[in-house]
């Protein structure tokens, strides 16, 4: 079974925020995709050919506790099909909302029920996976929170989703998506950069948990923020052992990073290198907190994930294509072992418990984002030194990277590039557990 590419490619500044949906405990929340105008300072009244969750661009922020279940109707009004992957959740496979893996696609006017329980606190997010490129491209994401059982004490808990737009001339959303150039080099990128905030200001010396998400279809950000003293306690959703000093941040798409710090001025979040920085997002500073907390120094709770033991098998990945690279086997512009689109049997095939290690190299001119479904993985760095605990790894033009994985999720799983044009042709595999 093979995607043919036709049916893979067709079938902020303060101020935007992110709405905040009281979600009453385990009652049923719908999510409807449908088509939606923006209002965006600075442009015009009314944007079109955006899409949201329930009206709203980024969708409502979800929050639940670690440990209650998360019970969501998809219910499309699109005039396409619709699925709702729950990027970076460890959850049972037919809930993961990928199609040909693990359910249909959802036709126009009909329905989806996901069950499950998210395991692990964290800052996830959820987002369209069905033709994605375009549907998340257009504005089909949102936030998704897990608290912990006891959340560490702060004063406000900010949610920063990332993204980016191409924007016409005469300032409307550029609705001509699936130019051939984007696929064949960075993806689709966009000319105006938005961060979607769950709130707008905060006081000094507040103690400030934020929570970064890039939901962007392609653009990888290099990000620094000013005003906030603080460290990195997780990424991916997972805690850090030891939480790292804040320093410059690379976030590729899908990845996650959550900060918390006091506030020392206006939160200002700058995108770019040393050389060209551009402030993208700020949260105000209004008033002074007469009673600041102290440093936070405990890490967050681990959620202890089994360590990777010595791998019963060794998997490679090469990736190939784009532009400069026409000739490497597959239909689409991208490949993974000379495959493009899903191939019929899987990239690697577990027991349940069996670790693995997989080979990314990437001698494209290009940077890719590999992410895998279900499950999270340590990069290897030296003989039983991991790194971080992540779901989606940023491996650079000519680079080579390993990784570990406990395979414990049964079903099959996804694993592809999260540039999601790049996905869309070609950089896509799967890995089956039993
Ligand atoms: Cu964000 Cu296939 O995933
Ligand atoms: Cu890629």
Known sequence: MTLNRREMLFGAMAGI????PALPKSTRLTLRPAPVSVHWPGYADKLEGFLGFNGALPGPEIRVRQGEPLRVRLENGLQEGALIHWHGIRLPNRMDGVSILTQEVVPPGAYFDYDFTPPDAG????????LSYEQVGRGLFGPLIVEEREPPEVDHDITAMFADFRMTPDGQFDTNIGVTEDFARRGRLGDTMRVFLSQGTVRKGDRVRLRLINSAI?????LDLNGINGSVFALDGMPLAQPTALEHLTMAPGQRVDVIGSVTSD???FMGDDESLKQIGRIAMNGTNPTPGPELLQPLPGHGLPTPVSPSQSLKLLMRGGEGDPDHGGFGTWSFNSVSGLPMDPLGQFRRGDTAEIT???????DHGIHLHGHHFREVLGSATFGPWRDTLLVKT?????????????GRWLLHCHMLSHSADGMATWIKVS
């Open 123 to 130: 800052t996830y997010w959820y987002h369209s996976h069905y």
């Open 360 to 366: 990314l190299s990437n001698p494209t001119a290009f």
């Open 17 to 20: 925020l992110v709405p905040q």
């Open 267 to 269: 939160i200002s979040i």
């Open 218 to 222: 392609d653009r990888v950000f290099p």
């Open 398 to 410: 000519g680079e080579v990277r390993k990784i570990a994985c406990v395979f414990d999720n049964p």
